[in-house]
């Protein structure tokens, strides 16, 4: 069974500051791999994709990079702002199979 | 600007009700896709529809909740008798098999059952 951990569980910095999240997951034999971001609240929405293919998908601000052979995955934030401030989830699917297994997320705080 | 929708946002009912939530997936998506959202187990997928068809609903408790996909523009989520455990939020999402498989989120239902 396929399961995915995130860490840290929270985390607060000041604005400006670059930062990273990470994921691990225990089955190397993924499809893909997305972060999502999730405001109180509110539902999902996707910021990176990365096919079991790639190495690191780049968003404005955010890169997010895979090593599928030691089953991680990081989110870098360069220079964060307030607005970032929200839960980051990491979830990842399965060859032949679009269902998601996601982690427990990772609480980021950004204070001005 | 396309989004899935969902209804209803918000529901309080008593133990032993039926509660059906609803999902308007986005226009053109093939795959739909139920979440329940609980601060113990964090998100899990229920069940998901391909092409109207339901493809995996391992995660669901088969003896209270069914899905359905009347058509391609509705997903139905029932929970019948209701249980305080149900309580969540519970999320549909849509997308696309191809190119990338990038889901979609609504903004979920917040149910409790009381």
Redesign the interface.
């Known amino acids: 069974k396929q399961e995915v951990t995130q860490i840290p569980a929270a985390l607060s910095v000041p604005e400006g500051e670059n930062l990273v999240l990470n994921c691990s997951f225990t089955d190397s034999a993924i499809y893909n791999l997305q972060w999502f971001r999730q405001d109180p609240g509110k539902g999902l929405t996707s910021l990176l994709l990365i096919q079991s293919s790639q190495r690191e998908q780049t968003s404005g601000r955010l890169n997010a990079s895979l090593d599928k052979s030691s089953g991680r995955s990081t989110l870098y934030i360069a220079a964060s702002q307030p607005g970032d401030s929200a839960t980051y989830l990491c979830a990842v699917s399965l060859q032949g199979s679009s269902r998601l297994t996601f982690g427990e997320g990772t609480q980021l705080t950004v204070n001005p | 600007d396309a989004r899935?929708t969902q209804t209803p946002r918000h529901k309080v009912t008593e133990m032993g009700q039926e509660v059906t939530m609803r999902c308007q997936p986005i226009l053109g998506h093939n795959?739909v896709?139920w979440y329940r959202q609980t601060m113990m187990q964090?998100?899990?997928?229920l069940a998901?529809f391909?092409n109207r068809a339901p493809?995996?609903d391992s995660g669901m408790p088969k003896d209270r909740f069914s899905a359905e996909m009347p058509d391609a523009t509705l997903a139905t989520l029932k929970i019948q008798p209701s249980e305080p455990r149900d309580s969540a939020v519970y999320?549909c999402?849509s997308?696309l098999?191809r190119p990338?498989?990038?889901?979609?989120?609504?903004?979920?239902t917040r149910l409790l059952v009381l």
């Not at chain 2, 990338?100 to 979920?108: C, I, K, L």
């Open positions: 899935v795959t896709f964090g998100l899990e997928l998901y391909r493809l995996d999320f999402a997308g098999v990338r498989e990038t889901q979609y989120f609504g903004p979920g």
